[in-house]
């Protein structure tokens, strides 16, 4: 286990700088996983032969679903190192790992210099992202989770999803500068899409920096046997595995649909300018993180339960109402606030889904059991929702995908309702008596 390690009797200060540290570098990783999404409108012409925009929106969508097939492999890699030698080793690994992706992208030629090597650089620096992602989901959310106080573990740990947000929020407003200010669109199409990335690969590297000196999480302390293994993991806590999915699978699907997808719909299907859709998003999203800490905080004084549940029922009942009145929408505002009425819905999993994973393993399986088994359900799920929406909508069937939304979230809520209430039987605080 690495140094440095947070006292475990830390005050509040100490608390807060282990948390920022951590949490800085988190921002740092999904901004680099969303500029992707964000300039996809752009840069999908560079790596693609020219066709209708849905095609070559499809084929970058599709490397975009291909880079989610390594998360599980960085979920159970980065679990496992997290496990064994410490959070911090592993958190430092993925940001480098996250920063040689980047830069691939913004240094790759386009397809007519190079033909079919373009699209084949980009889906490696996908992978390499994917792998890199894949860890940083279930180390960050076991870090953020075990160095917070039990009192306000719900709150300090939504701060993952702030993070997760605010680096979409980033690349939007990076977007948003080279759209308005400093570039034009031919300048954005041809060479300005390149941008993001050299800054995403720098962003990473001065989180590398405040990674190596974070402070490591106490929770390993003591623990010498069966630390990190995918064996004891499955033998011992198959039924916390289950849950980890079930709890999973509408919420990754929910939240990819109404952030990374909905920008495109709102270009593709509502018919609103790039420019406009990306001033909405960016808003929406600044909303949406603000009140990820209130639901984390609302969670600690009634239950992750009730929070699960909201989600569960309303995403059940609203789903097709909201997505196709969104699909309708007569105008920006009406855009607006539709999808927000979604975010809420949204944010009663968001919010706290990172925390319930943690308390349900005990720490020398944390990172492992909270990543791998979170990373195989986004993957299979959450990496596959865009091409889905778009595959729909090509056939002439985009509503489609609302019911697959809908049902996928119903699974969820028959999980959340048969499952214990994680605050209360945390092994966190089994762990700490």
């Given at each position: 286990m690495t140094t440095n390690p947070l006292p475990q009797h830390a005050t509040?200060?100490?608390r807060l700088k282990a948390i920022f540290t951590g949490s800085v570098g988190n921002l740092v990783e999904w901004y680099d996983w969303y500029a992707y999404s964000a300039f996809a409108l752009y840069f999908a012409?560079?790596?693609?032969?020219?066709?209708?925009?849905?095609?070559?929106?499809?084929?970058?969508?599709?490397?975009?679903?291909?880079?989610?097939?390594?998360?599980?492999?960085?979920?159970?890699?980065?679990?496992?190192?997290?496990?064994k030698r410490g959070r911090k080793d592993a958190l430092t690994l993925s940001v480098l790992l996250m920063s040689f992706g980047s830069m691939i992208i913004a240094c790759t030629p386009t397809y007519n210099s190079i033909g079919l090597a373009a699209p084949v650089l980009l889906l490696l620096a996908r992978l390499l992202q994917g792998l890199s992602i894949g860890g940083e989901y279930g180390t960050s959310a076991t870090y953020l989770s075990e160095v917070a106080s039990s009192d306000k573990r719900g709150f300090f740990s939504s701060f993952q999803y702030v993070t997760m947000i605010g680096g979409q929020l980033l690349a939007l407003g990076i977007q948003l500068s080279l759209q308005k200010i400093f570039l034009t669109q031919a300048e954005l199409s041809e060479w300005g899409w390149r941008i993001p990335f050299v800054i995403g690969a720098i962003l990473a590297l001065v989180a590398l920096y405040l990674r190596t000196n974070m402070h490591e999480s106490v929770a390993l302390e003591?623990?010498?046997?069966?630390?990190?293994?995918?064996?004891?993991?499955?033998?011992?806590?198959?039924?916390?595995v289950l849950t980890v999915v079930g709890l999973t699978l509408g919420g990754t699907i929910a939240f990819y649909t109404y952030t990374t997808y909905m920008q495109k719909f709102l270009v593709n299907t509502v018919k609103l300018s790039k420019e406009d859709s990306t001033v909405i998003t960016f808003f929406l999203m600044l909303i949406y993180a603000a009140?990820?800490?209130m639901f984390g905080w609302l969670s600690d004084k009634i239950g992750r339960k009730p929070l699960l549940i909201w989600f569960g029922v309303m995403g059940t009942l609203f789903t097709v109402p909201l997505l196709s009145a969104i699909g309708q929408a007569g105008s920006v505002w009406a855009a607006f606030y539709l999808i927000l009425c979604a975010l809420v819905i949204v944010s009663g999993y968001t919010s706290i889904n990172a925390v319930v994973k943690a308390e349900l393993f005990p720490a020398e399986v944390r990172a492992l059991g909270v990543g791998l088994p979170y990373a195989l359900t986004v993957a299979i799920f959450g990496g596959t929702a865009e091409y889905l929406a778009l595959y729909f909508k090509n056939i002439g069937h985009e509503s489609y995908y609302y019911w697959y939304v809908t049902g996928c979230i119903f699974i969820s809520l028959l999980v959340y309702v048969f499952a214990k209430d994680s605050r209360a039987n945390s092994y966190m605080d089994k762990e700490q008596l």
């Amino acid at each position: 286990m690495t140094t440095n390690p947070l006292p475990q009797h830390a005050t509040t200060a100490w608390r807060l700088k282990a948390i920022f540290t951590g949490s800085v570098g988190n921002l740092v990783e999904w901004y680099d996983w969303y500029a992707y999404s964000a300039f996809a409108l752009y840069f999908a012409p560079a790596f693609f032969p020219k066709s209708n925009s849905t095609v070559q929106l499809l084929n970058t969508a599709a490397i975009f679903a291909v880079g989610f097939l390594m998360r599980p492999i960085g979920g159970w890699l980065f679990g496992s190192i997290a496990d064994k030698r410490g959070r911090k080793d592993a958190l430092t690994l993925s940001v480098l790992l996250m920063s040689f992706g980047s830069m691939i992208i913004a240094c790759t030629p386009t397809y007519n210099s190079i033909g079919l090597a373009a699209p084949v650089l980009l889906l490696l620096a996908r992978l390499l992202q994917g792998l890199s992602i894949g860890g940083e989901y279930g180390t960050s959310a076991t870090y953020l989770s075990e160095v917070a106080s039990s009192d306000k573990r719900g709150f300090f740990s939504s701060f993952q999803y702030v993070t997760m947000i605010g680096g979409q929020l980033l690349a939007l407003g990076i977007q948003l500068s080279l759209q308005k200010i400093f570039l034009t669109q031919a300048e954005l199409s041809e060479w300005g899409w390149r941008i993001p990335f050299v800054i995403g690969a720098i962003l990473a590297l001065v989180a590398l920096y405040l990674r190596t000196n974070m402070h490591e999480s106490v929770a390993l302390e003591g623990k010498t046997k069966e630390r990190g293994s995918v064996k004891v993991l499955l033998k011992k806590h198959p039924y916390a595995v289950l849950t980890v999915v079930g709890l999973t699978l509408g919420g990754t699907i929910a939240f990819y649909t109404y952030t990374t997808y909905m920008q495109k719909f709102l270009v593709n299907t509502v018919k609103l300018s790039k420019e406009d859709s990306t001033v909405i998003t960016f808003f929406l999203m600044l909303i949406y993180a603000a009140i990820q800490p209130m639901f984390g905080w609302l969670s600690d004084k009634i239950g992750r339960k009730p929070l699960l549940i909201w989600f569960g029922v309303m995403g059940t009942l609203f789903t097709v109402p909201l997505l196709s009145a969104i699909g309708q929408a007569g105008s920006v505002w009406a855009a607006f606030y539709l999808i927000l009425c979604a975010l809420v819905i949204v944010s009663g999993y968001t919010s706290i889904n990172a925390v319930v994973k943690a308390e349900l393993f005990p720490a020398e399986v944390r990172a492992l059991g909270v990543g791998l088994p979170y990373a195989l359900t986004v993957a299979i799920f959450g990496g596959t929702a865009e091409y889905l929406a778009l595959y729909f909508k090509n056939i002439g069937h985009e509503s489609y995908y609302y019911w697959y939304v809908t049902g996928c979230i119903f699974i969820s809520l028959l999980v959340y309702v048969f499952a214990k209430d994680s605050r209360a039987n945390s092994y966190m605080d089994k762990e700490q008596l």
